[in-house]
Nanobody, 128 residues
Framework: QVQLVESGGDLVQAGGSLRLSCAAS????????GGWFRQAPGKEREFVAA????????YYADSVKGRFTISRDNAKNTVYLQMNSLKPEDTAVYYC?????????????????????WGQGTQVTVSS
């Protein structure tokens, strides 16, 4: 059974930082592109960041460029999202995702992309 388990969500003040973790079981994360998405109340789920399985090239939504950093630790089978300079508009449930083995991380950036594996989400709330 594949499981992606997010942790690290919290209530923080604007300008603060959080690091989200996504620990995978039932798959070897090193051969899958990984990513983070978020969904705010009343809005559709949107892409946040992705990282390739081979080149480690990263992709970011324009709204988080320069503030968020996605990384991976294959030895720990974990993908991270470091979030700095948080804004109230970053408030959302954040979901970890993994796509098909050896597939393109860039494909995760497309609206309507059908991602194969999802975590249950972790709440991030940023107060003003």
């Amino acid at each position: 059974q594949v499981q992606l388990v997010e942790s690290g969500g919290d209530l923080v003040q604007a300008g603060g930082s959080l690091r989200l973790s996504c620990a995978a079981s039932g798959l070897t994360f090193s051969s899958h592109p990984g990513g983070w998405f978020r969904q705010a109340p009343g809005k559709e789920r949107e892409f946040v960041a992705a990282i390739a399985w081979n080149t480690y090239i990263t992709y970011y939504a324009d709204s988080v460029k320069g503030r968020f950093t996605i990384s991976r630790d294959n030895a720990k089978n974990t993908v991270y999202l470091q979030m700095n300079s948080l804004k109230p508009e970053d408030t959302a449930v954040y979901y970890c995702a993994a796509d098909d083995r050896f597939s393109s991380a860039q494909g995760m950036t497309n609206r309507g992309a059908r991602i194969k594996y999802w975590g249950q989400g972790t709440q991030v709330t940023v107060s003003s």
